[in-house]
T-cell receptor, first 109, second 112 residues
């Protein structure tokens, strides 16, 4: 069993829809990260959180430490949100990351 | 920008040749990391560094060595490249306290 599980693996939505991507983890962590990777490869950090909820524009990330679960929500989705979203957890003395397998999101106009 | 550059960005080489990838930062971060990304496996940690001359192994360190002789540079070496090391390699910096890791643009390495 992977230490970090993401779902769904693939998600297609219509522009304007509310989107949720889920992440579960099985290890002790210092923080949970949501990353975005567009075609062509660059990886961008969206959120780093260890409790509660964070919001940036149309993106919201939540974490439930007791349940070892996090969600990434995108409100009013747009085609430019199409990307791979990756959940990762940091642990260890050097905060090294362990990654989920990613969610390929396609938002259709 | 996070002040991290990887070189080269693309490389094609033959099995058995040595290959060195460079990660350079201008942010003075203590921690630096090398990851590889493969279809079906996602991103995995190869090696990391927690200071000059201080490095440790990650999940997939076999066949790789690293060196960090100064804060700015973290080198990843494939002593004798194999086809299974064809991958996209990402360097990252940061990770201290409340800081997220910032990733380089990646190096696409093909070993024929």
């Amino acid at each position: 069993k992977n230490e970090v599980e993401q779902s769904p693996q693939n998600l297609t939505a219509q522009e304007g829809e509310f989107i949720t991507i889920n992440c579960s983890y099985s290890v002790g962590i210092s923080a949970l990260h949501w990353l975005q990777q567009h075609p062509g490869g660059g990886i961008v950090s969206l959120f780093m959180l260890s409790s509660g909820k964070k919001k940036h524009g149309r993106l919201i990330a939540t974490i439930n430490i007791q349940e070892k679960h996090s969600s990434l929500h995108i409100t009013a989705s747009h085609p430019r949100d199409s990307a791979v979203y990756i959940c990762a957890v940091s642990s260890g003395s050097a905060r090294q990351l362990t990654f989920g397998s990613g969610t390929q999101l396609t938002v259709l106009p | 920008d996070a002040g991290i550059t990887q070189s080269p960005r693309h490389k094609v080489t033959e099995t058995g040749t040595p290959v060195t990838l460079r990660c350079h930062q201008t942010e003075n971060h203590r921690y630096m990391y090398w990851y590889r990304q493969d279809p079906g496996h996602g991103l995995r940690l190869i090696h990391y560094s927690y200071g000059v001359k201080d490095t440790d192994k990650g999940e997939v360190s076999d066949g790789y060595s690293v060196s960090r002789s100064k804060t700015e540079d973290f080198l990843l070496t494939l002593e004798s490249a194999t086809s299974s090391q064809t991958s996209v390699y990402f360097c990252a910096i940061g990770g201290e306290g409340d800081q997220p890791q910032h990733f380089g643009d990646g190096t696409r390495l093909s070993i024929l």
